[in-house]
């Protein structure tokens, strides 16, 4: 395929998505059909809506879209003869895209359209984005309107943000962007809830996908070197085994426990270490390993060996050092002492979401009784909330590529509390932070690492957070 070089005009579109650059232009998709095929006239729509528009030397490009037939069209207005309009269509969120529908002005018509082609590709799972893009005749620029599509399994905050996130899904790999591994658990992690939640079973597949596809990678049974990848695996497939009952993805979560707890230490009187061949002693490894085994025992009848587990692990977890004064979790030990680094949000959460799972086991009040203390010192912490927003510490512009999908682990654990707590009172907390983040969403559902400002870019953690977000809050 022939390229052609131009200078991008939609200099917004590229600041908020900065990989999205001519230079990403590599295929040509082959005609999709789903309701209608592409290249339809846009006569035939059922519906017309316009999310998104530019202007470029006194013309004005628009993106047009038919939610019944879920394809979409470009047009341009104020238009001179030879002045071209066509579309992008991207499988991966914008990543990539091919042109289509290419068209020229004629003599004595301002305005000008596309034909219409359709946004998904149904029969193959690709879920797509538009956009129309436009060239004065006789000037080299191009226009481009932001991406957007139709409100195909969008009818709701959550639903749409779980189809975004799903354009970020590799079929080849069974991972998300770039084949992130820890940030994939937790992507994979909040799709599950997304379908618990809204009851939407259309990217159920990605369960089974990733599975199959990685259950031999790294260190097999989604085990690997760093203590804290293997328990976000474990309590994926404990999430998978609540939605299908498919007893393999709870004996892959009780593998990646066992290496875990393979990795317990005397050192510091206990814990499990972060590395396989690293000694340090931090929040995040053993928040997940008190979550993941006491999320066990609840799923295994007669269990007492992961009760025993959760239990030490609390125990050890508790007189550590690791909640400081202010009852917010630092980062982890040195020398057996806080090592005073940042109060991740994650850090916070995970544990809250490990208590709730530890009371269902033993009915012990005093567990959420202490898991409401930590709660109630994150969620007004005014070192992570920015005007009433969490905020995370590496914000706005130092937090890839781990720190994108912390807020996403805080929010689920402190749903998984709330939702255990009767008097549920962190409701109103949830639902102003997912208020907040909505109101900052792209045209695509796509949100950025700040939940108080426009999206920045695109990434799996900054997406599948608020998903998290969304899953917990309405």
């Known amino acids: 395929m022939g390229r052609r070089t131009f200078v991008i005009v939609a200099a917004a579109v590229l600041a908020a998505f900065p990989f999205a650059t001519t230079a990403s232009v590599a295929r040509a998709d082959a005609e999709v059909c789903n309701k209608e095929c592409d290249a339809l006239d846009p006569s035939k729509a059922v519906g017309d809506r316009t999310p998104v528009s530019t202007t470029l030397h006194g013309r004005t490009i628009a993106l047009h879209v038919d939610d019944g037939n879920a394809m979409g069209w470009a047009t341009i207005d104020g238009a001179g003869a030879g002045d071209e309009i066509w579309l992008d269509r991207s499988f991966d969120g914008g990543k990539t895209w091919s042109k289509l ?69 590799d079929r080849d790999t069974g991972l998300f962007e770039s084949n992130g591994w820890w940030t994939s658990a937790n992507a994979l992690t909040a ?49 998978a085994y609540d939605l299908t009952g498919d007893n ?15 990795h317990w230490t005397s050192e510091c009187g206990g814990g499990v270490t972060w590395k396989t061949d690293n000694g340090y002693k931090n929040a995040v490894t053993n928040e997940l390993f008190l979550h993941l085994n006491a999320a066990l025992h609840n799923r295994i009848p007669g269990d007492t060996e992961h009760l025993a587990r959760a239990q030490r692990e609390w125990d050890w977890f508790r007189d550590s050092g690791m909640i400081n004064a202010d009852n917010l979790v630092n980062d982890g030990l040195d020398g057996c002492q806080n090592n005073g680094q940042p109060t991740w949000t994650y850090n916070q959460g995970i544990l809250l979401g490990g208590l709730a799972e530890l009371h269902r086991a033993t009915g012990d009040e005093g567990l959420l009784e202490a898991a409401r203390e930590l709660a109630d010192a994150s969620t007004t912490a005014e070192s992570l909330h920015k005007d009433g927003v969490l905020t995370e510490p590496c914000e706005p512009n130092n937090c890839d ?45 796509m949100y950025g690492v700040q939940w108080n400002a426009p999206a920045d870019r695109i990434s799996t953690g900054r997406q599948h957070s608020a998903l998290d977000l969304f899953n917990m809050a309405y």
């Not at 393999?248 to 393979?262: F, V």
């Not at 749903?415 to 900052?440: E, F, I, M, T, V």
């Open 191 to 239: 799709v599950i809830d997304n379908i618990r939640a809204t009851g939407m079973r259309s990217y159920e597949y990605a369960i089974a996908e990733t599975y199959d596809r990685n259950l031999d990678g790294h260190g097999g049974n989604f085990t690997n070197e760093f203590l804290d990848d293997t328990g976000w695996w474990g309590l994926a497939w404990v999430a």
């Open 401 to 445: 590529p781990d720190g994108p999908s912390f807020k996403g682990a805080y929010v689920r654990g402190l749903g998984a509390l709330n939702d255990a707590l009767p008097d549920h009172p962190y409701s109103d907390y949830l639902k102003r932070q997912a208020d907040s983040a909505y109101a900052n969403r792209s045209p695509l559902d």
């Open 101 to 169: 529908g290419l068209t020229e002005a004629p003599e004595g018509y301002p305005g000008w359209r596309s034909q219409m082609y359709n946004v998904d590709d149904w029969n193959n799972r690709g879920i797509g984005a538009l956009r129309a893009c436009g060239r004065a005749a006789d000037r080299p620029e191009i226009a481009c309107t932001q991406w957007a599509r139709s409100d195909w399994n969008a009818s709701s905050p959550g639903k749409a943000a779980a189809t975004a996130l799903m354009m970020l899904f």
């Open 248 to 262: 393999r993805y709870l004996e892959t979560a009780k593998i990646d426990a066992d290496h875990m707890n393979a």
